[in-house]
T-cell receptor, first 109, second 116 residues
Framework: AQRVTQPEKLLSVFKGAPVELKCNYS??????LFWYVQYSRQRLQLLLR??SRESIKGFTADLNKGETSFHLKKPFAQEEDSAMYYC???????????FGTGTSLTVIP | NAGVMQNPRHLVRRRGQEARLRCSPM?????VYWYRQLPEEGLKFMVY????????ESGMPKERFSAEFPKEGPSILRIQQVVRGDSAAYFC??????????????FGQGTRLTVV
């Protein structure tokens, strides 16, 4: 069974502090992992994907196959990072996308 | 490319009425996904469709909810005899075929359903 787990529903950090949003997955094949972000009253949009190995808005995420994790990290949180973050998995046998239940990040000024 | 278009943006229905939510995927996308977001909750998968086929409806309530993605026209999520608990934001996403490099899912702006 495919599953994406985001253990933290809510996360608050102070501005300038490091932030890590956790994501664990279970999948029998080789999935593609994504992070999506939803700012207040906006549509979900792709933040980054593991195959690109890129840093977007200071965020990075490394796929750890041994721990089946894809945690999202940023060394210094900014107020504009406050949003809902979703970890997602795309299967390699079809086009199914599985989303975690999301983590609401609040950056305290 | 206008992106994923959902309409209406806001829909108010009285209890017992029917709600029809429409989603036009991005041009060239043949895969559509519907998700529900309850107030203060995360995104919950409902159904995954390809043209004229339901691939995975494991997240759909067994009664009153149905979805289709016809050969022509938008995907429709239909909720019959709505109840207050159906009030939520319903998001649609679309993606290309797996064979292409870019398998990212693109989201619409959602339809906010309010049942009064």
């Amino acid at each position: 069974a495919q599953r994406v787990t985001q253990p933290e529903k809510l996360l608050s950090v102070f501005k300038g502090a490091p932030v890590e949003l956790k994501c664990n997955y279970s999948y029998s094949g080789s999935p593609e992992l994504f992070w999506y972000v939803q700012y207040s009253r906006q549509r979900l949009q792709l933040l980054l994907r593991h195959i690109s190995r890129e840093s977007i808005k200071g965020f990075t995420a490394d796929l750890n196959k041994g721990e089946t994790s894809f945690h999202l990290k940023k060394p210094f949180a900014q107020e504009e990072d406050s949003a809902m973050y979703y970890c997602a998995l795309s299967s390699n046998t079809g086009n199914q996308f599985y989303f975690g239940t999301g983590t609401s990040l609040t950056v305290i000024p | 490319n206008a992106g994923v278009m959902q309409n209406p943006r806001h829909l108010v229905r009285r209890r017992g009425q029917e709600a029809r939510l429409r989603c036009s995927p991005m041009k060239g996308h043949s895969h559509v996904y519907w998700y529900r977001q309850l107030p203060e909750e995360g995104l919950k998968f409902m159904v995954y469709l390809q043209k004229e086929n339901i691939i995975d409806e494991s997240g759909m309530p067994k009664e009153r909810f149905s979805a289709e993605f016809p050969k022509e026209g938008p995907s429709i999520l239909r909720i019959q005899q709505v109840v207050r608990g159906d009030s939520a934001a319903y998001f649609c996403a679309s993606s290309r075929d797996r064979g292409t490099r870019n398998t990212e899912a693109f989201f619409g702006q959602g339809t906010r359903l309010t049942v009064v």
